[in-house]
């Protein structure tokens, strides 16, 4: 374990001091995410953009600790689709903490049955309970950015969302996001 210690935001709250692991995800890291195969298809070839980096605090993910990370989601969507995470269930079952730092977003949960959306914005403490997946998504024009709080032992498992799907997808509506079955087609 580590010693006690002070974690400080960064400038614009982008990182961690001291960091740890610093995660890029571009748009060909998220294949089979978003329901539109061909405008994801056509993104990668224009450019692979970076969809979201994961910036973590130096505490280890192994059991008893605390570890801690920014994630900061680009502003986008990709047919329609808002830019998000992959999503991911724990494979050991256990609740975390998000803190909304910057910008509009959402936390959306899926138990395998129900779905819920969180709307997220700065000062916004969302609660994961155990045995929910759980997908951030950007649904304003800016950066969206929030700090996760979570168990070290509790892992993560991407290949429970690609088998299940996370109950809703949130689209680009007129005004505002709109949330729509999971297998509708995009539009
Ligand atoms: O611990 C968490 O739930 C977050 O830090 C996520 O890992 C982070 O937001 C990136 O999402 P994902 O792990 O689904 O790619
Ligand atoms: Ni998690």
């Known amino acids: 374990p580590l010693s006690p210690l002070t974690i400080t935001f960064g400038p614009g709250n982008a990182t961690l001091e001291p960091q740890g692991q610093v995660l890029t995800r571009r748009m060909s890291d998220l294949e089979g995410l978003f329901v539109d195969g061909h405008?994801?298809?056509?993104?990668?070839?224009?450019?692979?953009?970076?969809?979201?980096?994961?910036?973590s605090?130096?505490?280890p993910e192994v059991p008893r600790e605390l570890p801690q990370s920014i994630t900061t989601i680009y502003p986008g969507d990709t047919g329609g689709e808002f830019w998000m995470t992959k999503g991911h269930q724990h494979p050991d079952p256990q609740g975390e903490i998000y803190l909304g730092?910057?910008?509009r977003g959402g936390l959306l949960l899926f138990d395998g049955e129900r779905a819920e959306w969180l709307d997220m914005g700065p000062g916004t403490i969302g609660y994961i309970p155990p045995g929910w997946a759980h997908r951030s998504v950007n649904v304003?024009?800016?950066?969206?950015?929030?700090?996760?709080?979570?168990p070290g032992s509790a892992g993560h498992d991407y290949g429970w969302v690609l088998a299940h799907g996370m109950g809703l997808r949130a689209r680009r509506g007129d005004a505002t996001v709109e949330l729509v079955p999971f297998g509708a087609p995009a539009s």
């Open 39 to 55: 405008a994801w298809r056509q993104a990668v070839v224009d450019g692979d953009p970076v969809v979201y980096t994961v910036v």
């Open 57 to 59: 605090s130096p505490v």
């Open 101 to 103: 730092l910057e910008g």
């Open 140 to 150: 304003g024009d800016e950066p969206y950015r929030f700090l996760a709080v979570y």
